[in-house]
């Protein structure tokens, strides 16, 4: 379960990566949920779906999918509710004492069992519904589960991609300075082992990783 001081956190990274992309996102009401079913699409992609050609499920890049879904879900109840975070974190932990009762889902004049889909079809309906400006997270926790991902593993990795792209953007990321490489490896590696030597739980766990992604960064 995703408690609440984490999805705290989670809504004031997002705000401040929003901000990063436009100061004003929230008057600009940016379509977060047609991100939502485009990345949705790209997670069927990594799934496999064509009946013609041999394909396998690639599951680290589905999980990869699923965090970038969060990113925009996050934004969309931010967006709701006006950029604000405590408003919003009220929202989401409403929504998600409903999500964990939540069976049936209507759509469309039809009604659907979410523990009788398959994971496309899940997929499938996610777009369908983020179309239609539908939050549904008893969907999206089922599809974390079909895609082995749990909440502190959906925490720690957003977190993670999140800082990193915070620690970028100080570090000249705009300008071009930034160095990618760190002493022959990406920094994306670096930060897997970082959020994987750390306590997702402590409540200073978003500034470890910042100051571990610092004493590794090259001079």
């Not at 050609?53 to 509710?81: A, C, G, T, V």
């Amino acid at each position: 379960m995703l408690l609440r001081e984490q999805a705290s956190t989670m809504f004031t990274l997002q705000m401040g990566m929003n901000a990063k992309v436009d100061p004003d996102w929230v008057a600009a009401r940016y379509p977060y949920l047609r991100a939502v079913a485009i990345e949705g699409a790209e997670a069927i992609e990594h799934h496999g779906w064509k009946w013609w050609k041999k394909q396998e499920k690639d599951l680290p890049q589905l999980q990869m999918e699923l965090i970038d879904i969060w990113h925009f879900i996050l934004s969309e109840i931010l967006l709701r509710n006006s950029g604000n975070v405590d408003a919003s974190l009220a929202a989401l932990m409403m929504l998600l004492d409903s999500a964990n009762t939540q069976k049936i889902i209507d759509f469309d004049d039809q009604q659907y069992s979410i523990d009788e889909l398959d994971l496309l079809t899940k997929l499938e309906l996610l777009i369908a519904l983020s179309v239609v400006r539908r939050i549904e997270l008893g969907l999206f926790q089922s599809i974390m589960s079909d895609c082995k991902i749990s909440w502190i593993d959906l925490y720690r990795q957003y977190v993670g991609k999140n800082v990193l792209n915070m620690f970028r953007q100080d570090h000249g990321y705009k300008d071009g300075t930034y160095q990618k490489i760190w002493n022959g490896r990406e920094d994306n590696e670096y930060l897997v082992e970082i959020i994987d030597s750390l306590d997702p739980n402590q409540a200073k766990f978003k500034d470890q990783v910042y100051i571990a992604l610092k004493s590794s960064y090259p001079p």
